[in-house]
């Protein structure tokens, strides 16, 4: 049985203060609730102030982003060790903004996958197709290639540690999020292309999160698909109350059926 799972994706936004106050709000709303695991991915630069917010309570750390290097000489880019050592035990790779405006491609979300797993980090890889190529019925196309070449040359014991993102990118921040069946179809096709590359048990281990407007109000229908193993928000999780609302939901799906 897997343990659903809510991250929430700050993205640019908050500064210290106003994470540590969001923070702290949502830590008051979940304290009684266990069973979920719960993520925040702030900013880097509110990891510090966040790592020490949330010692002792069961949310835990993860950074947006990595670079695919130790150290060295990269100006104004993060190792995973840097982030393992503030705190970090999940990052974000290869999101959809970072594969659209910063040009990443596969091969660069693959070398960062490899050497977060190195670090002990659990990699939430994100895939999902764009508007134009669901419209061209390349959805599974898409998310085949990203899934095969994002997550290369991995062992089993790594692929165990993977959280994968589908993140339809016509629904990030539009308010359109995908209907819970046409994520579960997504959902469910992955996880035969898990059971392809490696088997069914490794299949039934891996965590395949929704991602894309996801909202107190639809979260429910979305988690109830056998597939859906939680999600990664955006936009509400910024306010402290959608964020609670949306673990509190994952609470009750797990408590009643999965
Ligand atoms: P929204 O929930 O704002 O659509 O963002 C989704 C997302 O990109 C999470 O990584």
């Not at 750390?61 to 990595?66: E, I, V």
């Not at 990118?169 to 994520?183: E, L, R, S, Y």
């Not at 096709?189 to 088997?199: E, F, K, S």
């Not at 698909?225 to 964020?243: P, Q, R």
């Amino acid at each position: 049985m897997r343990k659903l799972l809510i991250a929430g994706n700050w993205k640019m936004y908050k500064t210290i203060s106003e994470a540590i106050t969001l923070v702290n709000t949502i830590k008051a709303g979940v304290h009684s609730i266990n069973g979920v695991d719960i993520v925040v991915c702030p900013p880097f630069t509110a990891l510090d102030a966040m790592s020490k917010s949330v010692e002792r309570t069961s949310i835990e750390l993860g950074a947006q982003n990595m670079y695919s290097a130790t150290e060295g000489a990269y100006t104004g880019e993060i190792s995973p060790q840097m982030i393992k050592d503030i705190g970090c035990r999940y990052v974000i790779l290869g999101h959809s903004e970072r594969r659209g405006y910063f040009k990443e491609t596969d091969d660069m979300v693959n070398k960062k996958v490899c050497l977060a797993l190195d670090y002990n980090l659990n990699p939430i890889v994100c895939i999902g197709e764009t508007l134009e190529q669901r419209e061209q019925s390349k959805t599974k196309e898409v998310v085949r290639t990203q899934f095969e070449n994002s997550l290369k040359g991995l062992t089993v014991d790594q692929m165990n540690n993977i959280i994968i993102a589908y993140e339809p990118v016509w629904a990030i921040g539009t308010g359109k999020n995908a209907t819970p069946q046409q994520a579960e179809e997504v959902h469910k096709y992955i996880r035969q292309l898990i059971v392809n590359t490696y088997d069914r048990t490794v299949s039934e281990n891996v965590r395949i999160l929704y991602g894309g407007s996801v909202k107190p109000d639809n979260c429910g229908d979305l988690m109830q698909k056998g597939n859906i193993d939680g999600a990664l928000v955006g936009g509400a999780s910024l306010k402290a109350e959608s964020f609670i609302q949306i673990i509190a939901k994952a609470k009750e799906i797990s408590d009643n059926n999965k």
